[in-house]
């Protein structure tokens, strides 16, 4: 029940839905280039990711000092589902920016 829970708090904010939608587009991002793109300040966007993290719907791998965030696989069929919905919401994604894309790259 805590899972079911948390994935269903982590899909009640809109900022979330649009980080979850973000990275289904893009596939794995680093902070910084979230943070530009979707102009959030770091603390926002960090608290916003751990949450998401935590409901099982993002991973994160850690290169050097860079941190880069992609929606987790495999997922199970509720969250798979769920991000099929959000594919289906009609969301505005703003453009990508890639702040450092020397440092940041993969």
């Known amino acids: 029940m805590e899972v079911f829970s948390k994935t269903i708090s982590a899909l009640n904010d809109e900022t979330r839905v649009l980080i979850i939608r973000f990275l289904d587009e893009t596939g794995p991002l680093c902070v910084c280039d979230m943070q530009a793109s979707l102009g959030m300040i770091q603390s926002r966007l960090s608290r916003h990711l751990k949450i998401l993290k935590e409901a099982g719907f993002v991973r994160v791998e850690r290169k ?15 969250r798979s589902e769920s991000i099929e919905e959000i ?6 994604l703003p453009k990508l920016q890639k702040v450092s894309e020397n440092e940041c790259s993969l």
Do not use: M, N, Q, V
């Not at 050097?64 to 509720?78: C, E, K, V």
């Open 64 to 78: 050097g000092t860079w941190a880069y965030y992609s929606i987790r696989s495999p997922l199970d069929r509720f």
């Open 87 to 92: 594919r289906h919401l009609g969301i505005t």
